[in-house]
Nanobody
Framework: QVQLVESGGGLVQPGGSLRLSCAASGSIASIDDMGWYRQAPGEQRDLVATITSGGSTNYADSVKGRFTISRDNAKNTVYLEMNSLKPEDTAVYYC????????????????WGQGTQVTVSS
């Protein structure tokens, strides 16, 4: 059994900052890509940022220069540092990870967290 648990969402004023965390736990053999996605009301779920196990990153154009994704492989945790937040960043943010469980003989599978609300408003 694998779980992804997010934390760090909340209400912040425009121009402010938040840091999201997502920890993977359970019978994990290995983790490949990890990432963050977001979904605003009435919209589809969109990619925000991804990071490979080697540390290569990819960002949506809308967050480049403002958001930074990082990970701690020893802790099976991925982070999203969000700066210069805008009202249009308001959404539920979901953590995603490609995980082999319970051993390396099993194929990669996508796992999702439960989501954390980020609201940017004055």
């Amino acid at each position: 059994q694998v779980q992804l648990v997010e934390s760090g969402g909340g209400l912040v004023q425009p121009g402010g900052s938040l840091r999201l965390s997502c920890a993977a736990s359970g019978s994990i053999a290995s983790i490949d890509d990890m990432g963050w996605y977001r979904q605003a009301p009435g919209e589809q779920r969109d990619l925000v940022a991804t990071i490979t196990s080697g540390g290569s990153t990819n960002y949506a154009d809308s967050v480049k220069g403002r958001f930074t994704i990082s990970r701690d492989n020893a802790k099976n945790t991925v982070y999203l540092e969000m700066n210069s937040l805008k009202p249009e960043d308001t959404a539920v943010y979901y953590c995603n990870a490609e995980i082999r469980s319970p051993s390396t003989y099993y194929p990669l599978r996508d796992y999702w967290g439960q989501g954390t609300q980020v609201t940017v408003s004055s």
